[in-house]
Structures are given as C-alpha cells and as structure tokens.
C-alpha cells in the first residue's frame, strides 16, 4: 500500500466509525463517476451559475454523499505531495477500503488516472441507470462501459449494503401500472413492510451475500434488482452469489478493478486538480 493509499485509508476508516452508511456512498461514487466520462473524478466537480454539475443532478443528489471526506483527503494528500495524486484515485481507493471495510475483500486498486475538467449534470441521465431498468436496458447500459452480464450481476451486489432513497421505490410500491398498483415481481409481505419503511436491505452495513438470497425470494428492492431472474443466464449467477458468499466477494472485487478502468485520462489527458470541487 502506498503512502498516499494509506492517507486514504486512515481518513475513511475515521468517517466510517462515526458514519456507517459512508461505505455505501463511496462505493456509489465511484461506481456514478466511473459511468459518465469514465473514472475521472467529474462527479466532484462543483456546479457554478453556468453549469450544474453531476453531483447535484437529481440521480446523484441526494443518493450520494461522502464529498466532505474526499475533500478531507485531498486536503491531506495536497500538503504531503502537492498535486501528485488525483481526486479520481481518491475515489477508487475510498471505494476500495469501504468494501474492506463492511466485511468484502481487499484489492490492489491500480493508480494513475487523471481528473476530468468537465461535469455535466445532464450527462448523468442516460449513462446511469435507473432503478426502473429492465434486463434488456441494464444490459446496454453495462456493454456501453464495456461490462458484461458477470459484471452487471457482480456489481449490483453493491446494493447489499445501504439504503435506498423513497423516491427510487416509490413507483414501485404505489403506482407500478394501470392494472397494478404494486409491483406484482415482489413479495407482497415484503411490499407491505416497505410501505410502512423503505429502509432496504437486510443487514444495510454488512458487506454480505444477503442481496442476491433476497432476490431468490422475490424482495429485491429496485424493479432493476429483480430483472436479474429475468433470464437463466442471470438467474444464475444471481444463485451462486446466494450461495457462495465468498465467490461474491471475489468476483466483486475483479468487477471492482474492471469497472475502475473504464476510459481513464492518463498521460497529458485530464490534470491532477488541486482541489477536487473545482477545475485548476
């Protein structure tokens, strides 16, 4: 681990005894970041009066939170070895330890990418799915990042920690369709309880494989977790996470790798901003 890994992993494992819902909001960020204009660290960007900025899209703002510590970071990054590492590697090093620690595997995060110096909230819609998303639609979205059917059913095991916001389920729960006012894909107890509490997984600061058990029995709780029994192929992969908890977290860390490489700036591309809400 390096020295600014280790600055990373210091700061983090500090937040996180005083906030256990941060591991959730890192890896989010990351996995948001990484969605739009690759793993550039553009989702720090601050809005400005001529621009909104994808942190305060409605897709990001409020389901992702955490900024206030990787602007901790670089602080603390900037006074030892001034403008040597990037926010973009802030974020996948700060994804890395929070799956560490909420109970997943470590992994060597690779190093190097530079910072964007664009941020569109506009950007977000479209390149981030929706809880709505089908199989079909979900599969796209993960081709376009060069991500297949292992990494989408890898990836959305990161809803096994967390928890979701009322307006991501709310459709779902009480005007689903003209001939349903519930989602009839998931458990009606189920339902019934999430009406009363949306509060979402079983054990929300576990890194566990209770996600993919609690698809198998019909309360996943985005229409997008539950379209992952919609084909064998899936469906399947889905079972073996179940029951193989530490297949899942292997498997989570390659995706974690794999994703934290999509269209990364390296070489002159990009710059190592010196504070990451703002463009040098």
Request: charged share 25%; with cysteine; aromatic share 8%.
């Amino acid at each position: 681990m390096s020295h600014a890994e280790f600055i990373v992993k210091e700061v983090v494992t500090k937040a996180v005894k005083k906030d256990n819902g941060l591991p959730a909001d890192f890896i989010r960020m990351h996995f948001h970041d990484c969605f739009v204009r690759g793993c550039d660290g553009s989702i720090l960007i601050n809005s400005t009066s001529k621009n909104v900025a994808e942190k305060d899209s409605p897709i990001n703002n409020p389901s992702v939170e955490g900024f206030d510590i990787i602007d901790e970071v670089k602080a603390k990054l900037e006074k030892k070895c001034k403008g040597v590492v990037s926010c973009a590697d802030i974020i996948a090093f700060a994804a890395r330890d929070s799956v560490e620690l909420s109970g997943g595997f470590a992994y060597e995060v690779p190093s190097g990418r530079r910072d964007g110096r664009i941020s569109r909230s506009s950007e977000t819609f479209g390149n981030l799915a929706p809880p709505t998303f089908n199989l079909s639609q979900l599969t796209q979205n993960f081709a376009s990042k060069g991500l297949n059917l292992d990494d989408l059913v890898t990836l959305s095991g990161a809803h096994t920690i967390g928890k979701s916001h009322c307006t991501s389920i709310d459709s779902r729960l009480h005007n689903f369709s003209s001939t349903a006012t519930t989602d009839p894909s998931l458990d009606p107890a189920y339902a019934k309880k999430l009406k009363k509490n949306p509060d979402g997984p079983s054990s929300p600061q576990v890194f566990d494989s209770s996600y993919y058990k609690n698809i198998l029995v019909h309360k996943g709780l985005f229409q997008s977790d539950q379209s992952l029994l919609s084909s064998s192929t899936t469906a399947n992969l889905v079972k073996q996470n179940a029951a193989n908890e530490y297949l899942f977290k292997k498997r989570f860390a390659e995706a974690m790798v794999k994703m934290g490489n999509i269209e990364v700036l390296t070489g002159k591309k990009g710059e190592i901003r010196l504070n990451c809400g703002v463009i040098n």
